[in-house]
């Protein structure tokens, strides 16, 4: 059983065999949007972090060369300790050349030289080695004084000698590009690029539009936007930069891979983790209390990740994190995987909140609220009963931590023959009466409504033996 959710292989003659999102049509999508505009354009994938883009790149990259096209696949984050973009991007085409081509990348290098260069006072390059040279300080000085007519001149002619250079750079890399791929586009793909120092992201951005803008090259870029416009705000040094149209300047088109269908992936965790081997083992399936274990870990499953904003990558986090916490409990303990899956979501999403349950420090109606806050948007009239027994289920175990497992007199009290509820539901206050069923159903067909948040925790927090 694995403790973390590996890295998808990508089978070479089938790249999306593997994957469990159903994504190999917008890869088809996208692919036609290549076929129609071949001579190229800057595409960029935007979604959040731990959504999966990686993933559905190298899947698709892989996609792309078994339909004959050339791809180069340069992640940013793994590259920013390379201060110039320029230097990276051509290391990158050098990989590709083929041996028929090799004149025109060493013109394109040749071209690209100029581009390169960082032309710096003596003085200051002298500051930022950390140390001057006093002979060579005193002869620049002299030398300024001397000749201020003669840096002028020669600053503009390395302007004009410039920008001919990027004029030369992109004719002899659209040659390049052409004799390489046979007239086909290259997909250079850039991926990470939100995730690397501000500075060499808003670099890479500014030589591809500068000095790859040419023909037959097809960019695409893997970005977060918000966090990507963040990167662009530090950068200028001004949050008033409204980075949306910033980044328009940069990118010709911009598609968001569609979330996955509901209840897919949380299933698919499911079965990576092999939750079966202890939900589903014959001792705890031939239980009646214990039984029915598997269809509420899915139940709150699909109410804790469906339709909400927990990414793919979370997801796999809270799994992987339960299942560890799963190999506390002996064979036959009670889990309640609704508190159980809650609560070890609650510590990998929100800490503060997991330390304030942990401590005391919530009331109950307190938590309430926090739970309601959670699960606001599945609040609907066909999971308002479902959510009402949660509910419940949370109450009941917090106040046992608060109080003791038989002292429930905060919740509902004893009125002569019947059961008065004293703390309303955050799902639907209106509802007394199945609130109150819900604690008195708990009570009456299972046998565990003595346990508190310690059992629980102790098992999430790693405290207690894992079983072997």
Not at 190 to 204: F, G, M, T
Not at 350 to 373: A, R, T
Not at 416 to 437: A, C, M, Q, R, Y
């Amino acid at each position: 059983m694995s403790l973390k959710h590996n890295e998808l292989i990508v089978n070479p003659e089938n790249p999306f065999e593997n994957c469990k999102l159903g994504r190999a049509k917008y890869a088809n999508v996208l692919n036609s949007i290549i076929e129609s505009h071949p001579k190229g354009f800057v595409l960029a994938i935007n979604n959040k972090w731990g959504t999966g883009k990686t993933t559905f790149i190298k899947m698709w990259e892989q996609d792309l060369k078994n339909q004959s096209l050339q791809t180069i696949y340069f992640n940013a984050w793994e590259n920013d300790f390379e201060d110039n973009p320029l230097i990276a991007l051509m290391g990158e085409l050098k990989a590709i050349t083929k041996e028929t081509a090799k004149d025109h990348f060493k013109k394109v290098l040749k071209n690209a030289a100029p581009l390169s260069k960082n032309i710096v006072p003596l003085i200051v390059a002298a500051v930022a080695d950390r140390y001057i040279n006093i002979k060579l300080l005193n002869e620049a000085v002299v030398g300024v004084s001397e000749s201020i007519t003669d840096i002028f001149e020669n600053e503009v002619k390395d302007y004009v000698n410039k920008k001919d250079s990027v004029k030369e750079f992109r004719h002899s890399l659209s040659e390049f590009i052409h004799k390489t791929n046979k007239g086909k586009p290259l997909i250079f793909f850039v991926d990470e690029l939100d995730r690397c120092r501000p500075n060499y992201a808003v670099s890479i951005l500014e030589q591809i539009k500068h000095f790859f803008s040419v023909s037959n090259i097809v960019f695409v870029l893997s970005i977060d936007k918000t966090q990507l416009g963040n990167a662009i705000r530090g950068v200028y040094g001004s949050e008033y930069i409204d980075t949306d149209d910033y980044l328009r300047r940069f990118i010709d088109i911009e598609y968001s891979i569609p979330e996955p269908e509901k209840g897919i992936y949380y299933k698919y965790l499911y079965e990576y983790f092999e939750f079966d081997s202890f939900f589903a083992s014959d001792h705890r399936k031939n239980n009646r209390e214990l039984g029915s274990d598997k269809n509420e870990f899915l139940q709150v499953s699909e109410i804790l990740f469906d339709g909400t904003a927990i990414s793919l990558r979370q997801q796999e986090k809270i799994f992987a994190h339960a299942r560890l916490a799963l190999r506390s409990f002996k064979t036959l303990e009670y889990v309640i995987p609704i508190v159980f899956l809650l609560l070890t979501y609650i510590k990998l999403t929100n800490e503060k909140l997991y330390n304030q349950i942990k401590s005391k420090s919530l009331s109950l109606e307190e938590l309430q609220e926090h739970f309601k806050g959670i699960v606001k948007k599945n609040i609907t009239g066909e999971r308002e009963r479902s959510l009402m027994w949660i509910e419940a289920q949370l109450v009941l175990y917090y106040n046992n931590h608060l109080y003791s497992s038989y002292d429930t007199s905060r919740i509902y009290k004893n009125d002569s023959s019947e059961k008065k509820l004293l703390l309303k539901s955050t799902i639907n206050p209106e509802k007394d009466g199945e609130f109150l069923e819900s604690f008195e159903r708990f009570e009456r067909t299972r046998n565990v409504s003595h346990l508190d948040m310690g059992h629980f925790m102790n098992k999430i927090d790693l405290t207690t033996n894992i079983q072997l």
